[in-house]
Each structure stands twice: as structure tokens, then as C-alpha cells.
């Protein structure tokens, strides 16, 4: 094995290691998920270098260098203010999801009226409109990091690949007999997850066009799925108030995760992999060990049902939004409250952290946004302009961008 480079990711902390070993280029990545500030750089430097053999007394300093520059990054105080930028008439009628790629440049939305659109998001100029689904397009992502491809997932119970540079239909993936509601790609790019109301999930490969595997075992519709960082495992949440967790290779079941009193709204794995939350219309979050399938914690508090939950990049916060207007910050490791976001007078469906982890957005049926002080829970600021409900918002990796997608058909870029 011989140590190529260093690359440096901001969010989380990291760095990655490209070496060559048998004449091929690989990646592996070093994290600091528990950096901050205060962490003396030369004594982490040295737990690296025990803990990772590419890693040489000769490249010590280099790998200090890199880990100040992370610091510097962390002290860099988040003041930004989101001014509104454009207004995008993106569909005849209401959009259903927004997302962005890696890098920001572009973001894609799903409406009711059965396409997909591709933008710039500097400009705000309609690049592609991907074209031929029979009913609504619900679900949809870019494979990030690398964006070339787009997926779509519809209540015509098909999923679609599409080249993200020309809108060239790659493949239609057909096999579920009900509509479409989730979608990912894994990190590797290599294989689309979908979930449907039929109360399965499905693998599917991107390569060839050809369904991999079909994850039976739910009793109602499938609602939500997650890929974990490595790709190795995913886990789904369904009506039927359980979550599962899988091996992506086997397409195995390795637990299920029972304890919710209602149906799952949302689940998702944190960086390292060894915690999952997941949010209930129970109106509980729950965290759970991924390796034993064990409850660690229920987070309690909200009054009416949980409809969205997310950990922060690092892994080191939960955020919960609920249908009794108000959000919440919890501590992953402690699992206590540490801010109460209210302000909303309507349902939050959607809630997000910025990649920093300092910030905290939230859509709501108010026809607002808001951006909160993921520490104190101080409403920093109210995107306001939409003329219905806002049941989607994002950040760009950098987050210095915001996109709001809302039920009066259009979307609002925000830098």
C-alpha cells in the first residue's frame, strides 16, 4: 500500500487517505467526528498515527497542518443571512421534493405534474425536464458525491434513471406493485433502494437496469429508508410501526426494531453507523443500537406526532419536528433537551441541520421557514414569501444556499 494524498473533508471532520494497493486507487477516510477547538492537534496527530498504518512519523506535520485548518473551520463563526434570491414558477402544479448535488451548483424537483426538473441554481435556469412518468414524481435524489445520475421514484410504481447532464432516460426499474414514496442511492452509486406502499423495499442495480433483491417482511406501506455511510446496511420504517434494519449484500434482515406505539415518519443512520432514530407519529423519537437492535433511548416532549427526525452530520445531535408546531434539539449522547424551537403556528414536516450543525431549518404548514440556533433554540430568521405550505427545505454542502419547495407550485432560492 502506498499513500498517495491527503484530502481534507469540512463536514463532518475528516481526513481522507488515497493510496494505491494492487495497481488500483483507493479511499479511506480518518474521522473526527469528536473534534473541536480546544483538541491539542500534535496529540490527536499522534493517536492518528497509532491507529493508522499509511500514516508515517515523515508525514506528521502534514497531517497536523490538516487538522488546525479543520479547527480554523470550526471557529469560523456562522453570521450568515439568508436574503431571498428567486422565485421559480417550477411546475404547473404542487412540487413534492427538492434536492440538491454535492456541490450545490444544481438542485432537481418532483411535482404532481409527473416530471422531474433539473435547475442552476446560480442562475435559476431550467437545464432538463425529465419526462415519462404516468403519475406523480414523489420521490427523487441525485448520487451524491458525484451527480451525474438522477433517480425518481412514482406513484406509477416505477423508479426512473436519468443521466443528470443530458436527461437521457437510463433505465425504468418496474416490479413494485404500489406507488413509490422513498428513494436513495447508496454511497458507492451502484445500487437505487426504493420503498412503496406495497409494504416492501426493492434494490435495484445501476449498472445493469436489473432489480437485486426484494426486502419482504413489513406488514404495511414502507415509508422511509436510509443507506448507512459504508453502503453495507439499510434500514426502513413502515405503518406498521417497526423499523428494520438490513444487510444490503444478502438482503437479509438483521433486526427489526419494535417499541413504536404509531406509524414511522422518518429514520436515519448517524456517520459512524452505530446509531439509528427514528420518529413516530406516536409523537416519540427513539434511538437504537444498530449492532444489538436495542432501544437506548426514547426522546419525549412533543404533544402531537414526531413527522420528521435527523441527526446533525456529526452524529452528535438529534433534531425532531412535530406536528404541534414546535422542534426539538436533543443531545445524541445524553439524550437530553437541549433547545425547544417554538414559533410556528402550523405543522413542521420537515427539519434539517446546516452542515456546520450550528443551524437548524424548518419548513412548515405556516407557509414559513425558519433558521434556528441549534444550541440556544433563538429564531435566527423567517424566510417568508410563499403562498402555501413549505414541506421541504435543504441545504447546499456549504450551507450558504437554501432551497424551500411549497404546495403553491413553486420554489424559493435563498443565499
Not at 109 to 117: E, I, K, L, V
Request: aromatic share 8%.
Amino acid at each position: 500500500m502506498k499513500l498517495k494524498r491527503f484530502l481534507l473533508r469540512y463536514y463532518p471532520p475528516g481526513i481522507i487517505l488515497e493510496y494505491e494497493k494492487g495497481g488500483f486507487l483507493r479511499t479511506k477516510s480518518i474521522d473526527l467526528l469528536d473534534l473541536t477547538p480546544e483538541c491539542v492537534s500534535y496529540e490527536l496527530v499522534e493517536e492518528i498515527r497509532q491507529s493508522e498504518p499509511l500514516v508515517t512519523k515523515a508525514q506528521a506535520d502534514q497531517v497536523k497542518q490538516l487538522v488546525i485548518r479543520l479547527q480554523k473551520k470550526q471557529t469560523q463563526q456562522d453570521h450568515h443571512r439568508f436574503c431571498f434570491s428567486k422565485e421559480l414558477k417550477a411546475h404547473i402544479l404542487p412540487l413534492t421534493n427538492v434536492a440538491f448535488d454535492k456541490s450545490g451548483s444544481r438542485f432537481i424537483t418532483g411535482s404532481y405534474d409527473r416530471t422531474c426538473r433539473v435547475w442552476d441554481t446560480a442562475s435559476g435556469t431550467e437545464l432538463h425536464v425529465l419526462e415519462g412518468h404516468r403519475n406523480v414524481v414523489y420521490a427523487i435524489a441525485f448520487n451524491n458525491p458525484y451527480g451525474d445520475k438522477i433517480a425518481t421514484g412514482s406513484f406509477d410504481k416505477t423508479c426512473k434513471l436519468w443521466c443528470a447532464e443530458t436527461g437521457k432516460c437510463f433505465h425504468t426499474y418496474r416490479g413494485h406493485m404500489g406507488e413509490i414514496v422513498c428513494l436513495a442511492f447508496n454511497p458507492q452509486s451502484t445500487l437505487v433502494a426504493t420503498s412503496s406502499m406495497d409494504t416492501t423495499a426493492k434494490l435495484w442495480d445501476v449498472e445493469s437496469g436489473e432489480e437485486v433483491a426484494t426486502l419482504t417482511g413489513h406488514t404495511a406501506e414502507v415509508l422511509s429508508l436510509c443507506f448507512n455511510t459504508v453502503g453495507s446496511q439499510l434500514v426502513t420504517g413502515s405503518f406498521d410501526h417497526t423499523v428494520t434494519i438490513w444487510d444490503v449484500a444478502s438482503g437479509r434482515r438483521v433486526h427489526t426494531l419494535i417499541g413504536h406505539m404509531g406509524e414511522i415518519s422518518n429514520t436515519q443512520f448517524n456517520w459512524d453507523c452505530s446509531l439509528i432514530v427514528t420518529g413516530s407519529m406516536d409523537k416519540t423519537c427513539k434511538v437504537w443500537e444498530t449492532v444489538s437492535g436495542k432501544c437506548v433511548a426514547t426522546l419525549t416532549g412533543h404533544k402531537e406526532e414526531v413527522l420528521d427526525v435527523c441527526f446533525d452530520l456529526s452524529g452528535q445531535l438529534i433534531a425532531t419536528a412535530s406536528a404541534d408546531g414546535t422542534a426539538r434539539v436533543f443531545s445524541t449522547a445524553t439524550h437530553q433537551c437541549l433547545a425547544t424551537l417554538e414559533g410556528h403556528d402550523g405543522d413542521i414536516s420537515k427539519i434539517c441541520f446546516s452542515p456546520q450543525g450550528t443551524r437548524v431549518l424548518t419548513a412548515s404548514s405556516d407557509k414559513t421557514a425558519r433558521l434556528w440556533d441549534a444550541h440556544s433554540g433563538v429564531c435566527l430568521q423567517v424566510l417568508e414569501g410563499h403562498t402555501d405550505e413549505i414541506f421541504s427545505c435543504v441545504f447546499n454542502y456549504e450551507g450558504d444556499t437554501i432551497i424551500t419547495g411549497s404546495k403553491d407550485n413553486t420554489c424559493r432560492i435563498w443565499y
